[in-house]
């Protein structure tokens, strides 16, 4: 598989600038800059890493001794490349593999593994040909991240559910990701059907009513993003982003390609948040893995730039792209001699935003990975449609310096590094009972905001959900009627000394009794309404947490939060009292014949469309339970 190379020059005005053309060529060990310039910068590029060298450093020492906690590598030499490199992404080694660059997980993986994909889906789980997909009678949907591109995850319409009715709610089918442990990727729904990515880079088109699978896309790297849906005339496109950078566009009726991009050159780039699309043009938020990146005290860190980029549904080309950040530039060296560069960081890491009336697109920000620190991080930033540039920006957190070797106080951790208060949670647009429209903003430090987006983003409340951390506050989303804003916070609290299950993924051992919590907010003032705290973990054990970092998805008179503990619960909107209460913890029988079973809640929120209900259960990254499968839920 081929990566871009990080040869980038970038002219800049306003923060923003336009790459110039992008070459392909094999891998990319090292990114060092070797010119600088006011307004280029240039990254050298080594040749492909050696497979057999890239073992040797970072796997003999457990694969080559006979230990229970691995497989020995004769064992791996059975499998295919295809699934090791799965399990390097976002597998069991994910959290060994994190700091490798994705050419060595690509080389290892052929060193080992034999070529060729794992097999084909049995014939025993496809949809019989009568039912072709998009079929459904009805034509209720959730199309990307959310029901509407105000982002607010609240469906009013074609939800077929009402809060006197959940408590009635039960399993109708399970389907399994075949050798993956986490199910991290958001389901859209459209017209009967599921689009589901996962792991291992695999799209499924599943039909909603019994789990049968129509097509399946294999991307090239794993999908975490919720697929959007663009119409043109009868043709209906499936757009959605990878985790190494690449951006395709299918055929949402067949799952056959139209085209694909790699949206950034830099290597450590990935497509965390779903796209958001308007008149024919996909809006594309890029993060990045470069924090993780600066664990080795070898990398030159860094010289990411958090970006939103426009494209053209009909062929991939770029309407326009907008940097948050401006060029880095060489500041220095660390305490061992590595390289430093800046600035770099302010990833969005969530779905933008769409406000048609004002012709503006709002996007929340990431912290910088090093000095120096800019305005555009932890933010809330208001770019034009049209073009891209960027009418205002209300930072809540400046000077929020942070990269992952802070954790362990690595050679790269800038000094006076910050908090770590990134946004990971997109802004939601929404409009008050008396007609004023507030932007609403929820931010790992444990505050949510309101701002005016008539007044340059002044901020009209705030309030505080959560303590906040770095896996703290508001994760991943919230969620508004129009008359209360529903924030759920993580604050997740590891037992000190206690590693994950034998130093890989999962498993960690967490306080049972602290973390997590639901607040309702007044929309007009903040003022809290009602709360209801965590579960604890009854009785405790190894991945669970009372935490609650995922999305929530509301409905007239509820609203639905998962939980690091597994369970999936609907409280009322009215006094916060438990509505329904089902623990994913458990093995399944699947639709598909996979054998799965359920873990943390974790990320992407449930989906309700047409009187179903569908969630995603497994979430070991921050070292929750195991999982690899998607729940429907429905009325009997």
Not at 87 to 93: K, R, T, V
Not at 295 to 310: H, Q
Not at 574 to 595: A, C, K, Q, S
């Amino acid at each position: 598989m081929n990566d871009l190379c990080a040869l980038v020059i970038a002219r800049t005005r306003s923060g923003r600038g336009n790459l110039s053309r992008r070459h392909a060529c094999l891998g990319s060990l090292v990114c060092a800059v070797i010119m600088f310039v006011p307004i280029a910068v240039s990254y050298a590029q080594d040749a492909r890493p050696s497979g057999e060298e890239v073992y040797r450093k970072h796997c003999a020492s457990c694969h080559d001794q006979a230990t229970p906690q691995a497989p020995p590598r004769s064992a791996l030499e059975k499998l295919s490349a295809a699934r090791i490199l799965r399990a390097l992404d976002f597998g069991i080694m994910m959290a060994v593999a994190y700091p490798m660059r994705r050419t060595e997980r690509e080389a290892v993986a052929a060193f080992l593994g034999i070529e060729g994909e794992d097999a084909a889906p049995p014939a025993s789980s496809m949809c019989p040909a009568s039912r072709a997909p998009m079929s459904g009678a009805s034509r209720a949907r959730w199309s990307g991240w959310s029901a509407t591109p105000s982002n607010t995850r609240f469906l009013s319409e074609n939800a077929g559910l009402t809060a006197a009715q959940i408590g009635r709610l039960e399993l109708k089918w399970a389907f399994g990701f075949r050798g993956d442990i986490t199910a991290f990727a958001a389901p859209t729904v459209v017209d009967g059907t599921v689009f589901v990515g996962s792991a291992g880079g695999v799209i499924h088109a599943l039909d909603a009513a019994t789990g049968c699978l129509h097509w399946i896309f294999q991307a090239n790297g794993p999908v975490r993003s919720a697929p959007a849906i663009h119409e043109r005339g009868a043709e209906r496109t499936l757009v959605f982003g990878d985790q190494i950078g690449w951006f395709y566009a299918v055929d949402a009726r067949s799952g056959k390609g139209r085209w694909k991009q790699r949206v950034d050159p830099h290597e450590a780039a990935r497509l965390t948040g779903s796209p958001a699309v308007n008149n024919g043009i996909v809006f594309v938020p890029v993060a990045s893995w470069e924090e993780t990146r600066a664990v080795d005290p070898k990398y030159p860190c860094c010289t990411f730039r958090g970006s939103i980029v426009a494209l053209d549904i009909r062929n991939g080309s770029t309407v326009w792209r907008t940097y948050l950040v401006g060029p880095p530039k060489r500041t220095g060296a660390t305490s061992v001699g590595t390289p430093t560069f800046g600035p770099s960081g302010a990833p969005v890491w969530s779905t933008p935003t769409i406000d048609r009336r004002r012709g503006l697109l709002y996007v929340t920000t990431g912290d910088n990975y090093s000095h120096p620190a800019t305005s555009h991080s932890d933010a809330v930033v208001a770019l034009s449609l049209e073009d891209g540039h960027i009418v205002w920006s209300r930072q809540t957190t400046p000077n929020d310096v942070y990269n992952s070797s802070c954790g362990g106080r690595g050679a790269n951790c800038p000094d006076n590094h910050g908090p770590d208060h990134d946004y990971g949670a997109s802004a939601m647009l929404v409009r008050t009972s008396a007609g004023k429209e507030l932007l609403v903003a929820g931010q790992k430090s444990g505050m949510v905001y309101a701002l005016d987006p008539d007044r340059t983003g002044t901020i009209l409340w705030e309030a505080r959900v959560g303590k906040g951390g770095t896996n703290g506050g508001v994760q991943w989303g919230m969620a508004t009627d129009g008359r209360q804003v529903y924030a759920a916070v993580s604050d997740v609290v590891g037992v000190p000394g206690q590693a994950t299950r034998a130093g890989l993924v999962g498993d960690k051992m967490f306080d049972p009794k602290l973390g997590g919590g639901l607040t309702a907010l007044r929309l007009e003032t903040g003022e809290k309404v009602w709360f209801v705290p965590g579960y604890p973990c009854d009785p405790p054990r190894p991945g669970c947490s009372p935490a609650q970092p995922g999305a929530l998805t509301l409905i007239p008179g509820a609203v639905f939060s998962g939980s690091v503990d597994g369970h999936l619960r609907a409280f009322s909107t009215v006094d916060g009292r438990l509505l329904w209460d089902f623990n994913t913890v458990r093995e399944y029988e699947t639709v598909n014949g996979v054998p799965a079973k359920g873990g943390s809640l974790d990320g992407a929120g449930p989906v309700i469309v047409n009187g179903m209900v569908f969630v995603n259960s497994g979430y070991p990254r921050n070292g929750g339970m195991p999982g690899n499968v998607l729940l429907a839920f429905a009325i009997p």
